[in-house]
Structure formats: C-alpha cells, structure tokens
C-alpha cells in the first residue's frame, strides 16, 4: 500500500504543481489581445440597432475588410468580429452566434486553412488558453470532456514563451497590432502602404496557401450548424474569399465546393470577378492582409457585390 500511496501523493503533487503554473503563467501579447477584442467589438456589436452587418473570419477579415465602406454601399451599421486564425472555429462561431439577431447579414471570407481543420486540430486552438485565463465562466458551461481538454492543453512550449511574453510585456515591448490599432468597429486600422515596405521582402518570399481545398467533415458539421441555426433564426449568411496573391489560382473545384457549403444550409456565397487576388504589391505583412489602401478598396467592391445580392 506504501508504494501505491507515496504514487498517489506524487500524482496529485505533480497535478497541483501543473495547475498552480498555469494559473499564473500567460501569453499576453499573442492571446491576451483575443478575448480584450472580443469584449471590444462584442460591446460595439451590442450598441447597433438591427439589421447590422456583421464580418467574421480569422485575421484576413480584420486586416482586408472595413467597415465603413461596406456599410456605406449597404446601408447598415457594421462591427468587424473577426479575430484570428489559430482560435478554433466553433469557439469563434459560439461568440458570433450569442451576439446575433434576426434580419444581421453576416459576411464570411473564412482563410481557405480555416475549412482544412480537422477535429483534433480545432479543438486544440488558442482558445483553450483564453476559456482558462480570461473565459472561465464559459469553460465551465461546456461538457466535460472540453473542460478537461482546455486545462491539460498547456505545455513546455507555452511555460517558455509564456515566460518570454510575460517579460517583454514588463518591459514595455508593444506589437504593431493591438486594441489601439483598431477602428471602433473592429477593424485593422494605420497598416499603411508606407508601414508595408518593411514586409515586402517577406511577403515576395511567402508561399501562398494552397486553394486546392475541401473542407474536413468536422469543419463541414461545424459550418453547417452554424449556417443552418442563423437561418433558421432569420440571419443570413453569406460566405466569402479571402483576399490572396494574384499568383495563387483559384480550382474551379473548389469554388464549387465552397458555394454548395453554403448553398446546402440555405444561405450564400459571394464571389468577386478577381476572386478575391490582388497584385503582391496590395499586401502588408502577410499574404492574407491587405494593406490599409487596398483594404478600403476590397471593402468597397465587397460591399457593392452584397449590395447586389439583397
């Protein structure tokens, strides 16, 4: 009995030790800035009168798209949900989904790697960390088996960048994005064409993501609640592209796939005549972010094409 008990003393020991660390030990500067953003644009979100125009994706809707001249073709009020890819998408969707109300238009340029994502991989997002630093009263609310796996998701890897983060944010280090860069809809904002030529050697240099894509079944179970719950609650939806290199081609097969997606569930997808490419030059720090002119550019062709489709 000795053995098995001085085993389960250590057990517990380690167990509590494991807690004790994480509680404490953080990422600030790459996840802090996820749930401050989303309390942010959620608030925004709440003050808008109905029917509003609401855009979602990872980093591509916030950088590419811009409220204000979305909203001016529309004639809607607008808030700009999206956050970043690496947050699992049905964490993402359950955010959007509690904000939404009957008669929103929600426009959906998802990241072609979002639709690729397969349930070990969602599940495994940046999402855990914030539910347990930032979102415990929504852990809590979730399953078991989610609760268990947001609490053993942290590792070696997060304690030394955690360490390194948390230093560098004592030391007054800021990144060139943050809740001070955003409009008052939520969107990336001051990530000029002059900022750009910092990154043009790095976005020349990217490999564009590969567009010859069919969505996993996880992803397409996930998608296809979301998508048939908001119809069925009088919201549309309507999918979209997200902005990438001119030299990145668009399958047909592809297209197709992702339209029917959509169409399957009652709802739409929107295609521009340039498919949502730009020229490398219309690119700030990534190949899924537009710089801010072309930014407002995009937006404006995006907002006529939804204009359109009312």
């Known amino acids: 009995m000795r053995p098995l008990f001085t085993f389960m003393a250590a057990l517990l020991a380690s167990l509590f030790l494991y807690l004790a660390v994480f509680s404490v030990v953080h990422r600030p500067l790459t996840l802090g800035d996820i749930p401050r953003q989303l309390a942010l644009k959620q ?42 890819v690496g947050v699992g998408l049905h964490f993402m969707l359950a955010q959007l989904g509690a904000m939404l109300r009957p008669g929103d238009l929600v426009y959906m340029p998802l990241e072609y790697s979002q639709y690729t994502a397969d349930r070990e991989e969602m599940e495994a997002g940046a999402h855990n960390a914030v539910l347990v630093h930032d979102l415990p009263e929504q852990l809590h609310a979730l399953p078991w088996p989610a ?49 750009a030529a910092a990154f043009r050697a790095a976005v020349a240099s990217a490999k564009p993501p590969p567009l010859d894509i069919r969505a996993t079944p996880h992803v397409q179970a996930v998608l296809g609640r979301f998508l048939r719950e908001q119809g069925q609650r009088g919201v549309r939806v309507v999918g979209g592209l997200p ?19 959509f169409a399957a569930e009652g709802q739409a997808f929107l295609v521009l005549p340039n498919h949502a490419r730009y020229e490398l030059s219309c690119f700030y720090d990534s190949v899924y972010h537009l710089h801010e002119g072309c930014q407002l550019e995009h937006s404006r062709r995006v907002g006529i094409a939804l204009a359109a489709l009312r």
């Open 43 to 84: 608030a925004y979100g709440a003050t808008l009168p109905s029917p509003r125009l609401v855009i979602f994706a990872g980093s591509n809707g916030r950088y590419s798209h811009r409220c204000e001249p979305m909203a001016a073709a529309l004639g809607l009020p607008c808030v700009n949900m999206s956050v970043a």
């Open 147 to 195: 609760i268990a796996r947001a609490y053993g998701s942290f590792d070696i890897g997060f304690l030394v960048h955690g360490v390194a983060e948390m230093g560098l944010q004592r030391s007054g280090f800021q990144r060139r994005s943050s809740l001070d860069t955003l409009t008052p809809q939520g969107d990336e904002s001051g990530h000029t064409a002059e900022k």
């Open 243 to 261: 902005t990438v290199p001119a030299g990145a081609p668009l399958p047909a097969a592809t297209l197709a796939h992702l339209q029917g997606l």
